[in-house]
């Protein structure tokens, strides 16, 4: 039964990241984060 119970829940935790990324795609959220790291990363090397 131990083997099935942690296959039921990491299949579960799977679905719920899957949901997670879509709903963060589908607000949008893929620009802003995409934007916040190029400016982080802007200002370690000093660019920005």
């Known amino acids: ?3 099935k119970t942690r296959t039921l829940i ?3 935790l ?3 990241a899957i949901a ?4 963060g795609i ?3 959220e893929m620009k802003t984060v995409n934007k916040k ?3 982080i990363c ?3 090397i000093g660019i920005g």
């Open 14 to 16: 799977l679905l719920a």
């Open 37 to 39: 790291a190029t400016n």
């Open 1 to 3: 039964m131990k083997g």
């Open 20 to 23: 997670s990324c879509v709903f």
């Open 42 to 44: 802007m200002e370690c």
């Open 26 to 28: 589908s607000r949008g």
């Open 10 to 12: 990491s299949f579960i």
